[in-house]
């Protein structure tokens, strides 16, 4: 059963910006929108498997630091090749200034 797990502080992510958060055997990167919303999606690249929390945050978007595909952070859309396969997403919610991932 889905239960909420406490990723960081609000304050811990700037704007257009994401930090890696992992959890058990999992990671996962957890986003800070323009219109300061927050998101989460799986750690790594559909494509190779490399982190993403390297990469470029711009326009709700994560560029892979790899191979250069791209991924709606909001959605997990892959939007750019050569990722394909659809980032998961998971929900977020912000209380008392910190961020929950529910996994």
């Not at 059963?1 to 704007?15: E, L, T």
């Not at 559909?46 to 959605?75: A, I, Q, W």
Request: charged letters at 25%.
């Amino acid at each position: 059963m889905p239960s909420w797990i406490s990723a960081c502080a609000a304050d811990d992510i700037d704007c257009e910006d994401l930090i890696r958060f992992d959890h058990g055997s999992q990671s996962f990167c957890i986003y800070r929108s323009p219109e300061d919303t927050f998101h989460a999606t799986d750690g790594h690249c559909s494509h190779e498997k490399v982190h993403l929390c390297d990469g470029l945050v711009m326009d709700h978007s994560v560029e892979c630091p790899k191979h250069n595909g791209v991924f709606d952070y909001r959605t997990g859309e892959a939007l750019r090749a050569p990722a394909c396969v659809n980032l998961r997403i998971y929900p977020v919610k912000v209380e008392d200034g910190q961020v929950f991932v529910q996994l």
